[in-house]
């Protein structure tokens, strides 16, 4: 198990000046090693540099030099989106030099629990509610991580009475060892990120890490109706509490219909339906109505079921959910409601990177529908899209690297209201065009959505920047 004090007088590289990077260096500083931080931006893009350097800390900018992993260096730490492939992780890896993920030493680091959420969709708005439903129940959560702020400067300040609620993605847990969090939830599993995974046996194998040091005496909660969960669950070592949107669980977090609910209250219960929990005693407890989730969408009642499942499993009351789940209306870029333009309403979900996300959200939401899609290409040809394309949508505008391939999805769909929207000027205006034209489509009381089935970075420094200039195009109009 890592100790930070065992790195007193020993190098350390982190590789990457990104926010967790920038946290990792400087706890391994205040530690005592000799931390030397490296990026291949030059430093005049590192604005973390500076800091760093006044602190003592070596900074190696503009590059990866030879020999700067070599049989004198402890550790490297580095940034999860930097691939195996790079020079300083290859010859780590060669050399015998432990390579881990900021993750791995917030593991060691918090003195409260870890709750750990991931999963391919759903990670963001799931482990945002998760906090939520624990601070309602009085349980101190601090959340971070994959969801912006760095786990290991968390773990420094997360009180040891409360809980650390972490989303963490693949790139993330693939760089762990020892990472053993009281509670792992894992949400599902779609094809994404083959371009930096190479397989899905990696991918999968890398989420898989969230329970692997888990025992009997932690808790592993999964969505049993997900068949790569389901079969990864049989390796659990932990107590399992699935959810499920569709099975009557004997333990879990599900839907049921109101007579099978106990205690219904009301005639009109009899016609709803209602997520119930079964503990592993036998007792079983209402919760609330799905009709009355504040999230609108069969996926977001999935991460609501996965939200609640954590949070009891933490110890919550469960009569301290209910106001929350009513209230709780989403997290941005994640279908967030933008406004009415043109008697059209418009959506925000940007954060939908890959295909099983955008379909989702497109069942989520009243036809006729105009999508806005496209992106980085990762070498899909996204024929999955092809049955919402056909039985959804009312037109497709496509933009990004990927225009070509989604016109193809829904030319193969039958779709023939496509517009294909080339580069114009700079990503904004570029955006700014596609929405132009997915308003001359729209009619009042269509739906248009921004759902690009894609990662952002063909265009967009980030799926945050893409959304934001899209609700400032619809603002505009």
């Known amino acids: 198990m890592m100790q930070l004090d065992e790195y007193r007088g020993r190098k350390v590289v982190v590789l990457g000046l990104a926010r967790s990077g920038v946290a990792a260096a400087k706890l391994f500083h205040r530690a005592g090693a000799d931390v030397v931080v490296n990026d291949r931006k030059e430093r005049n893009e590192c604005p973390e540099a500076d800091e760093l350097t006044a602190l003592g800390i070596s900074v190696v900018c503009g590059g990866h030099p030879e020999g700067l992993v070599s049989g004198e260096t402890s550790l490297l730490v580095k940034n999860p989106g930097i691939p195996y492939s790079a020079p300083p992780v290859a010859d780590a890896m060669r050399l015998g030099v432990e390579v881990v993920t900021e993750v791995e030493v917030a593991g060691q680091l918090s003195r409260a629990p870890i709750i750990g959420i991931t999963g391919s969709n759903g990670k963001t708005t799931t482990t945002t509610l998760t906090g939520v439903l624990l601070e309602a129940a009085g349980l101190t959560p601090l959340v971070a991580g994959n969801i912006g702020r760095p786990l290991s400067e968390a773990a420094e300040e997360v009180s040891p009475d409360g809980w650390l609620v972490a989303e963490l993605s693949s790139f993330q847990l693939k760089g762990t060892r020892d990472f053993r969090p009281r509670i792992a939830c894992l949400l599902n599993i779609a094809e994404t990120h083959l371009d930096y995974h190479g397989t899905m046996e990696d991918y999968v194998g890398s989420k898989a890490k969230l329970f692997e040091n888990q025992t ?91 939200s609640i499942a954590v949070a009891l499993a933490a110890g919550a009351d469960p009569a301290a959910l209910e106001e929350p789940l009513r209230t709780f209306r989403g997290v941005e870029h994640r279908l967030e409601y933008v406004g009415k333009f043109g008697g059209a309403n418009y959506y925000n979900d940007s954060k939908a990177t890959n295909p099983m996300a955008t379909t989702m959200s497109v069942l989520s939401l009243p036809s006729p529908l105009v999508l806005i899609a496209g992106g980085l290409d990762r070498g899909s040809d996204y024929m999955e899209l092809i049955p919402i394309f056909r039985t959804r949508l009312k037109g497709l505008v496509a933009l990004g690297e990927t225009r070509e391939k989604l016109a193809k999805v829904a030319e193969a769909a039958g779709l023939t209201a496509v517009k294909i929207v080339e580069p114009v000027g700079d990503a904004e205006a570029t955006l700014r065009r596609a929405v132009e034209e997915a308003a001359g489509m729209a009619q009042p009381g269509d739906t248009v959505l921004l759902s690009p089935a894609c990662a952002s970075w063909d265009m967009f420094p980030s799926y945050e920047v893409r959304g934001r200039m899209f609700k400032q195009s619809a603002h505009t109009l």
């Open 216 to 306: 009997a005496d932690d808790i592993a909660v999964y969505n049993a109706d997900d068949a790569v969960c389901r079969k990864l669950s049989e390796r659990f070592a932990a107590r399992k509490l699935p959810f499920s949107l569709v099975e009557n669980l004997p333990v879990g977090v599900c839907v049921v219909p109101a007579y099978e609910a106990v205690k219904p209250k009301d005639d009109e219960a009899d016609q709803e339906r209602w997520i119930v929990h079964r503990a592993w005693d036998g007792t079983e407890t209402r919760i609330l109505r799905v009709g009355d989730l504040g999230l609108p969408g069969r996926h977001n009642t999935a991460n609501a079921l996965a």
